[in-house]
């Protein structure tokens, strides 16, 4: 991908969500990633934010 992106993350009890965006109204990709141990949900986060 090329251009301005916007990273986004919702930390919740159960699940993370991750986004990636172009601007308002236009999210690219976004994956629901449950919560589990810290550095679990963390590693997560990083590999989707390293592939996307």
Same mark, same amino acid.
């Given at each position: !991908?090329?251009?301005? !992106? &916007?990273?986004? &993350?919702?930390?919740? @009890?159960?699940?993370? &969500?991750?986004? #990636?965006?172009?601007?308002? @109204?236009?999210?690219?990709? %976004?994956?629901?990633?449950?919560?589990?141990?810290? @550095?679990?949900?963390? %590693?997560? #986060?990083?590999?989707?934010?390293?592939?996307?």
């Amino acid at each position: !991908m090329s251009g301005r !992106m &916007v990273a986004a &993350v919702e930390s919740g @009890g159960t699940k993370m &969500v991750a986004a #990636l965006s172009s601007g308002p @109204g236009e999210t690219i990709v %976004h994956e629901k990633i449950p919560t589990t141990t810290p @550095g679990e949900t963390i %590693h997560r #986060l990083v590999e989707f934010f390293e592939i996307n």
